[in-house]
């Protein structure tokens, strides 16, 4: 187990590097600059005192070995858009909204995707199943971000029933949440329901029901337990797709959090913001992956780590 925990967070250093390369150049091989707003408004002694403190009056290469430096440190340094704000601490603030709305979208998802996983599996309703086909279908047939924008003309502008922006109260998370849920929902309700299924055919249960044990034990005590063992495996990566999923559905919301910012920075060119979420974002979906396939092992034994 620690040796390939050591083995995974090596890869997952040798990825983030990676990650980390390719977006600095190529947020830095952007058309225009991060004061071109300004531009008009600024003397040139201006223009190069804020390039010099931004250090971007340096080589490209020297910008990457002092962004390396200080990434290493945990240090991303100060906003370029946000005057006098840290990149960090803009991190830790925004987080919190968006790791509230994520960890709505992966409850729904989970709960939701379950049950009807679960009724799909052991349903003789061909009505039923039909419509939980329809519900699992719609996930991957419809983008979140157009799903969001279905649900705010019907419930907050035609029925006027839900609110369509902020996260005030707990009835604002109602459609964000579904709509960031949508896609992980359906994935849970397809494998869900696809592995029960599996597991019901398989001989042990044949010879559990052989014994004389009832349907209901054997499919509650055994085959579901080794039914849900996928949605284990792909709960890590969920909840990170749920996390850096918000980056469209924060915007269409109104909701002030990490991917509002995310996208923000890039339209500005805030490259210091950029480069740290970036890497935030590297960081949860690597840590999330990890979590994910270590409980996949300690839940099935017979998964060996490593191999």
Do not use: C
């Not at 579901?224 to 495996?233: E, G, H, Q, R, S």
Request: net charge positive; charged share 15%.
């Amino acid at each position: 187990m620690i040796k390939y925990i050591i083995k995974r967070v090596l890869v997952g250093m040798l990825t983030l590097f990676i990650l980390a390369t390719i977006t600095f150049f190529g947020v830095h091989y952007m058309p225009g600059n991060p004061f071109e707003q300004d531009n008009k408004r600024m003397t040139q002694a201006q223009y190069d005192s804020l390039n010099a403190k931004f250090g971007l009056d340096q080589p490209l290469g020297t910008q990457y070995v002092m962004f390396l430096k200080s990434a290493i440190k945990g240090d991303f340094g100060e906003s370029i858009f946000k005057k006098g704000r840290q990149v960090n601490e803009i991190i830790r603030t925004e987080f919190v909204p968006t790791a509230k709305l994520g960890a709505v979208a992966f409850v729904l998802a989970i709960v939701i995707g379950m049950t009807l996983g679960i009724i799909g599996a052991l349903t003789k309703q061909k009505w039923l199943n039909s419509i939980i086909t329809f519900i699992a279908s719609i996930g991957v047939s419809i983008p979140s971000f157009l799903f969001a924008m279905i649900m705010m003309v019907l419930f907050g502008v035609t029925w006027k029933i839900l609110p369509v922006s902020g996260l005030d109260t707990p009835i604002h998370y109602i459609l964000p949440a579904s709509a960031l849920a949508l896609n992980n929902l359906s994935m849970v309700t397809r494998l869900t329901r696809q592995s029960l299924r599996d597991e019901l055919h398989k001989d042990y249960v044949t010879l559990g029901k052989s014994k004389g044990l009832s349907d209901r034990r054997v499919t509650v005590k055994h085959a579901l337990k080794n039914a849900l063992l996928p949605v284990i495996t792909h709960a890590g990566p969920m909840f990170a797709n749920a996390i850096t999923g918000s980056l469209v559905i924060e915007s269409l919301f109104t909701i002030h959090g990490i991917g509002k910012e995310f996208s923000s920075s890039i339209t500005n060119r805030d490259y210091p913001l950029v480069m740290g979420l970036t890497i935030f974002f590297g960081v949860l979906v690597i840590v999330m992956n990890l979590i994910s396939d270590i409980t996949s092992a300690i839940v099935d034994p017979r998964i060996k780590l490593g191999k």
